[in-house]
């Protein structure tokens, strides 16, 4: 529950005339406020934003969503719940926080002997399994270090074949200068930030990154 505040849009809008061709303020804005109330509304939107993202209903041809987000929103809860069956089976104690706040910077948490960890799911069909990360996943990871991982799913359509990778402590292991990646541009006009990026490891890296073979965590169907 949290407070609203109402205002009154015609008080808070400047007033102007043409006279003689030229654009003349006769009444300043101002703000007034007329009214607080109580509302979960903001609650109820992102419950129901939520449950529209994992929802079969997607793949109604009325959605009004492209085909492409379609599929990657699909890919994406794919990828989540392969992992988090994964998880389960090596005893973890797991709760998938990207259905409760997407703006946490990973989607799910894990707690095995008392120790937590951090995973943020990155699911590809693309062989050079490049990723799309967030200032906010960035951030995040630069929070949290050791606790963090990044867990890639590459999903082999072609023959049936789920490969999992784990990239622990993304900032080390990438050798990610954050401060200077994400370092604000400024111009006589604008401040401009970098918010997304595109990782692509670079082969050779695999060799200390742990794989797993997913395979029996994902139900593929036929085509």
């Known amino acids: 529950m949290s407070n609203k505040l109402i205002y009154s849009?015609?008080?808070y809008l400047p007033l102007y005339i043409i006279e003689n061709g030229e654009s003349k303020l006769i009444k300043n804005g101002f703000i007034n406020q007329i009214a607080t109330i109580e509302?979960?509304?903001e609650e109820k939107i992102i419950d129901t934003l939520k449950n529209e993202i994992i929802s079969d209903t997607n793949d109604?041809?009325?959605s009004g969503c492209p085909d492409w987000v379609n599929e990657k929103i699909k890919l994406g809860a794919f990828g989540e719940n392969i992992i988090l069956k994964f998880l389960n089976m090596l005893g973890c104690k797991v709760k998938q926080i990207s259905i409760e706040n997407s703006s946490a910077g990973f989607d799910i948490e894990a707690e095995i002997f008392g120790k937590k960890a951090y995973y943020e799911v990155k699911t590809t069909?693309?062989?050079d399994l490049k990723f799309h990360i967030t200032y906010n996943e960035l951030s995040v990871s630069n929070k949290y270090q050791d606790i963090y991982n990044i867990f890639i799913v590459y999903v082999d359509r072609t023959?049936?074949?789920i490969d999992g990778y784990?990239?622990?402590n993304p900032i080390k292991m990438l050798?990610?200068?954050f401060e200077a990646l994400t370092e604000i541009y400024e111009t006589a006009t604008a401040e401009i930030m970098p918010s997304s990026f595109i990782i692509k490891?670079?082969?050779k890296s695999f060799n200390g990154v742990d794989f797993f073979d997913l395979t029996k965590f994902g139900n593929f169907t036929s085509d």
């Open 9 to 11: 849009l015609e008080d």
């Open 159 to 161: 023959v049936k074949k």
């Open 175 to 177: 050798n990610i200068n």
């Open 166 to 168: 784990i990239i622990n």
């Open 125 to 127: 069909t693309n062989s």
């Open 201 to 203: 490891i670079k082969e």
């Open 60 to 62: 109604s041809e009325d």
């Open 39 to 41: 509302t979960n509304l």
